[in-house]
Every structure is written in C-alpha cells, then in structure tokens.
C-alpha cells in the first residue's frame, strides 16, 4: 500500500523558498497502513481544499472516511491559492472603515444598465445601502450584495441558487476554520468585488501570506487527527453503481465501496486537449493549474449520467508569469499595485473583472503589461517577498531606474505614477474608473513583474443542487453522488471572482460532507 507523504506541497513550496509563508508546525503525516481499509461510509476522491474540509465535516458527523489522492501530497490547485476567501457581513469586516462608496454606487449602476433580469436584488442592495447610510453602524457589505457581486462578474449565466448558497455560507465558513486553527483576520480589496470583502491570513508579523499554503497543512493536519484515512498516488478511473446507487470507485486494482461517494477533483485547466475541445483560441495559453487538475472526476461522472453545465466557461487570468507560469495574486492589485503596458502608462482599473483586465491587456502592445509596487507593499506582504526571492521581478532604487530595468519610456512612467499617486489621493480615478485605493506608490525601491494571462479556472463542471448531489441529464440527483469545488459548474458563471474559488471549496465541500454523511445513515 502505497504511503502518505510525509509532506504537503505546501511545504515543500517552503522548503523551495517557493513561498514566504511560515513554516506550520504538524504538517508531517501518519503513513497509510500496509492493510488500510478499502471500505467506509464516505469515499471521497481528492485530497484538495473542498475534498478535505468535506472528509472533516463527514467525520464530524460520524462517518469514516477515506479519502484517494493521484498526487503524492495533498492540496492539490488549493496550495496554488494566493489570495484569500471572500465572505460577507462578517466580524472582521466590522473591524475596518468603510470607505467604498464608490464602489457599491459603480456597481448599483452596472447592475440597473446592463443586467435588468437582476432588477429585483439590485433594489434590495440599493435599500440596504440607503439604509445604512441613514446610520452607519460597522462595514457595510451584505450577503445580498455579495450575490449581485458574483451575479454581474459572472455575466449572470451563473445557479442563483447556488450563488445565495454562496453567499450565505461564507461567513460561516469563515468561522469554521477558525475551528481547524485557520484565521482569515485580514480584509481588503479584490477584482470585481464592490467593497472590501476577501479575508485574508497573515503570519506572526502582520504581514500578508499566500492562503493556499497556509489552509493545506492545517486542512490535512485536521483531517489525519480526526482519523481520515489517506490513500495517496492512487488515481480513481470509475464509479461503482449497484442498483442504481454510487457505492464505491475503482482505483488501479483496487475498489473503495462507500456508502456515499463525493468527487472533489478538481476542474480540467491543466487538460491542454480538453480546454482547446471548448476553447480553440486558448492555444499557446500557459497554465496556472497544478499537473493533476485534468477533468477526471468529471470523466468519471458523465460516464454514468451525470450532466455538465458551463463547460466552454473558463478562464483565464490577466496575472501571470509567461515563463515559469506563477500565478501573481491579484491582492496585489486590491492592495494598490497597477497595471503599465510597454509604453510606460496604465490602460484600464486593475481591479475589474479578470476577463476584462485580461482583455484589455491582450490588446496592448506585445499583449503583456507590468504590475508595480513599492517598498511599503513588500514591506506588508510575504507574498510579494517571495515573488522577489523567486527572480520574478525586476528592481529600481526609483521611478526612472525601475522603468530602465523594464525597458519602457522613464519620462512616460514618472508621469504616469505622478498621476496614480494624485487619483491615491483624491479618491479618484477620472480616467479608468477605479474606485479601489489603497497607499500611494511613494517609497522606494519599486518593483515590477511582467505578466500575461493564462488559463486558470474552469467555471463548468458537473451540475449539482444545493445540497451538492451531482444530476442526471434529466435533472434529477444520482443517489450516493456528491461533488463540490471545481469539479463542479454554476456557481462562478462566465467569470469567477478572486476569493470565490476557496469560498466555493469551503462552502460546497462542508455541505457535501454534511450531505454524503446523512445519506450515509
């Protein structure tokens, strides 16, 4: 029986020097047992974030479980994760100022012009901001809000139903992981959010870290301590079904049976040959995904009736290193970086949607663009510390000398960080329309890291209800089927939001667990 690595890819990233985030004290993990079990209440396929907070939640509730992984560690594109995870009306939020005024009136206005079908929910946000405005008690940001958030991102093609579910959640969710010793304290601003919304982690300096290395170790220690048990480098290739009920999978010669099966495996970014079946003109595109994000429980799922939704939705990120396929988190952008093409001047609000910035940043010259911060970001962020330790940025001890390292116009860049530093503060930004500040870019050195997009989410997947169970074409939920995070569609639409994705997997992998475990009775 094959063994349990002894370390996550977070921690390996660490070892790297891949990643800034503090080491995590009980990241090794216990060893499969030469005679493990190959039957539990609960199977679960993938060992990523949604898999593995919905083994905690079957446990919880009193199953077994035993969870298949095809890598050699767990967290699977969840480690890959630098951002954070949005939620709303939360504890934190009431924290900080409300200051996004902007914002929340931006996206009223977008809403009312382009999306009439929304008519009903723009009026309850826009009464609850009214309201709030009459007494401004605390940070306002609403579930409500967060739905029509996440509605407009995604072009409104998304589940409402599942978006409420969303919405809803998150916050709960964000107490939950307080439960496994996972703290998102940190609130700030993210792509087509209209307030400041997505909860970060930080070390034990304050200082911002990647949520992707800092949720797996605690994620995977949680679940070992609960006894789930860990069957690594195992691919799944079938579902079992007996009577018309899921009851187990194949694994190479092995077959796990279960009472209630949840597919956790993540979308199919890293599938070249399936991403180009529903997006041709992606050729040539790199790739955020970890190596194991190739559509397997999707395959697994439709060869036995399950139906898809949203398949030719996926999308691509504006920030991405073209040679060594990093993803730059877009916190950076929240946190005040911007966006300069290779003329020295910036070409639209950094902190849109991902499809909008990435098309505006094809359309430049060279279709590429340079994200810039200063010292005062990289002095409150670890994760902008190991971009610079990794060699991806270049460095200048002012404005004129990081636009010679960049090989653009110094003249072009002094006056356009002029200008941005002037919208800083004025709270303004006539000329794209940002409405997201943070610090002026001020203090030296700067640095810049150049960037274009890559293909890296898969909004479609496998359709499924509220309560997680995977349907048939006809509708209708496949008894003891499950499935949550990635794998799945509906949720994000046209576009995922940044901080959406870990929402996604903790939301939707608590209810599948919660769900499969009472199916299991």
Known sequence: MKKLVALTLASLMLLAGCSSTPKNDGNEATPTPEAAATEADVIVVGAGGAGMTAAIEAVNAGKSVIVIEKAAMTGGNTTRSTGGMNAANTPEQDLIEFAEEAGVEKMLASAKENYPDLAELTATVEKQYEEFKANPTGYFDTEELFMLDTLVGGKNLNDHALVEVLANEAKNGIEWLKTIDANLSQVGSFGGASVKRIHKPVNDEGKTVAVGSYLVPKLTKAAEDKGVQFVMETAATELVVTDGKVTGVKAGDTTYTGKAVILATGGFAANTEMVLKYKPDYKGFVCTNAPGMTGDGIAMATAIGADTVDMEQIQIHPTVSQETSALITEGLRGDGAILVNSEGKRFFDEVGTRDAVSAAEVAQPGGFAWLIVDNKMVEASSVIAGYIKQGLTVEGADVEALAAAMGVDGAALVETMDKWNACVEAGKDEEFGRTSFANKLD???????????????????????????????????????????????????????????????????????????????
């Open 443 to 521: 203090e030296g050195p700067y640095y810049a890291i150049k960037v274009a997009p890559g293909v890296h989410h898969t909004m479609g997947g496998l359709k499924i209800n509220t309560n997680t169970e995977v349907l048939d074409a006809s509708g209708n939920a496949i008894p003891g089927l499950y499935a949550a995070g990635e794998v799945t569609g509906g949720v994000h639409g046209a576009n995922r939001l940044g901080g959406n994705a870990v929402a996604d997997i903790i939301v939707f992998g608590r209810i599948a667990g919660q769900q499969a475990a009472a199916y299991a009775n």
